[in-house]
């Protein structure tokens, strides 16, 4: 099956500073990633949909300039936290689509800010 | 509204029960039909897409139908290995993003 990598798995930062996360398709190519953010015991919830090559598409409540994406390859979309603070604390998982509409997700990364 | 439940919330089961999770939903067009199985900790794995009424999909002892209203994952004999959190979903009518349930939650105690 298709493969979908993230980079860091586990993070730790201050409160303040900025945090960049990494999502790459190991083994196709893909123009749409998406970004979930997964809290303790619920479900993913969408925060945006990242397309090659143009500006990701925010879910409604989360703040763009807060939440950086870029998705500059085919293979490669990147998650930037700024100004992190303890409230952004979670679980963060992205996904890959494949060309026949599936996603393809990553193992996650765990954030805490301290 | 695109929307998907998921029955029961939590299942606990003993090794070699078999037993069905279910999935309901209710789309303006259906596109398709994902289960993913996500471990503690883990990003989901991808199960099965079933893309329409009377379809089935079979892998080891997972077998995914659908209907026009709901799909059932079906467990044959489980083991413990099989205990995670399994989550159905369906793409939005035009578009790719996916409306979750909020999942089953299976243990399967030897």
């Known amino acids: 099956g298709a493969v979908v990598s993230q980079h860091p798995s586990r993070v730790i930062c201050k409160s303040g500073t900025s945090v960049k996360i990494e999502c790459r398709s190991l083994d196709f190519q893909a123009t749409t990633m998406f970004w979930y953010r997964q809290f303790p015991k619920q479900s993913l919830m969408l925060m945006a949909t990242s397309n090659e090559g143009s500006k990701a598409t925010y879910e409604q409540g989360v703040e763009k300039d807060k939440f950086l994406i870029n998705h500059a390859s085919l293979t490669l979309s990147t998650l930037t936290v700024t100004s992190a603070h303890p409230e952004d604390s979670s679980f963060y998982i992205c996904?890959?689509?494949?060309?026949?509409?599936?996603?393809?997700f990553g193992p996650g990364t765990r954030l805490l800010v301290l | 509204e695109d929307q998907v439940t998921q029955s029961p919330e939590a299942l606990r089961l003993q090794e070699g029960e078999s037993s069905s999770l279910n999935c309901s939903y209710t789309v303006s067009g259906l596109r398709g039909l994902f289960w993913y199985r996500q471990d503690p900790g883990k990003g989901p794995e991808f199960l099965f897409t079933l893309y329409s009424a009377g379809e089935e999909k079979e892998k080891e002892r997972l077998k995914a139908t659908l209907t026009k209203k709901e799909s059932f994952l079906h467990i044959t004999a489980p083991k413990p290995e099989d205990s995670a959190t399994y989550l159905c979903a369906v793409p939005e009518t035009s578009g790719s993003r996916l409306t979750f349930g909020e999942g089953t939650q299976l243990t399967v105690n030897p």
């Open positions: 996904s890959a689509l494949d060309r026949v509409e599936t996603q393809y």
